[in-house]
């Protein structure tokens, strides 16, 4: 099943989900003066398919700003909070987003499997969160999820440095859930980086600090595009 979200996903010349964010988890401001209509609206300027947006409390957000983020574009947009129940998912839905996390690391597979079904019952693409080879074992309905590497770990709050080399090691296993959107998430710190990711077979990448501190958009994406040019794709 197609939905906006993993539509504008795949269609994409740069498959980049970017990412709201008010604060890091140290509580630091991210936007930088903008705001969030700017960051917005400078988000959709560098070609953004699809946007996320943090409405988990450890990162300074809150319900409102997704809703604030619905009213500025017409981007599809993926909630990230740390959703467990199925009020959650309607919520999200009436707030406008069209795709949700769904941190595997903190659900037990039944609950995991019963948000997944919920969630596409309700149109939303369920974006689930993984960190090793058991979290994948637990993901349902593959072929209808995105399915997301997250390089940093959830359980220290993220405040360590990210380790790509998870991704690399835990994509053949991503494929094999038959999601046609492996994606890597978290602590994507360079246009480096993040061309090295798609040239190992990731179809799309989520980043938030780096492109919300990148003192040019322009000069970010332009690097990017360089550094996909010049890396051959290794499928
Ligand atoms: O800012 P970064 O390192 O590019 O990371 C983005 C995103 O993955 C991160 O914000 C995130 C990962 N898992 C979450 C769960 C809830 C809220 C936010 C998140």
């Known amino acids: 099943m197609n939905t906006p979200f993993t539509e504008a996903l795949t269609a ?16 630091r401001d991210l936007l930088g003066g903008r705001s969030v209509a700017e960051t917005v609206a400078r988000f959709e300027t560098a070609g953004a398919p699809c946007l996320s947006v943090v409405t988990g409390r450890w990162f300074g957000g809150t319900e409102n700003l997704l809703g604030e983020v619905a009213s500025r574009t017409s981007l599809p947009l993926l909630r990230k909070d740390f ?37 596409l019952a309700l149109g939303l693409t369920p974006f689930v969160e993984v960190a090793d080879a058991a979290e994948v074992t637990r993901v349902v309905r593959g072929p209808e999820c995105v399915v997301a590497v997250n390089n940093k770990d959830i359980a220290t709050r993220e405040r ?24 890597s998430a978290s602590g994507i710190t360079s246009p480096a980086m993040a061309a090295r990711l798609l040239g190992e077979g990731f179809t799309g990448l989520l980043i938030g600090t780096e492109l919300l501190r990148a003192p040019s958009l322009t000069a970010w994406c332009a690097a990017f595009d360089t550094a996909r040019a010049t890396r051959p794709q290794v499928r």
């Open 160 to 183: 360590l440095p990210a380790d790509p080399a998870r991704g690399r090691a835990l994509l053949p296993a991503v494929r094999g859930t038959g999601t046609r959107h492996p994606v």
């Open 83 to 119: 959703v467990t129940n199925a009020r959650q998912l309607e919520r999200t839905r009436e707030l406008g987003a069209s795709a949700v996390l769904l941190t595997a690391r903190l659900l037990p597979a039944s609950i995991l499997a019963r948000l997944t079904d919920r969630a």
């Open 12 to 27: 994409a010349a740069r498959p980049l989900v970017m990412e709201v964010k008010l604060r890091d988890a140290d509580g």
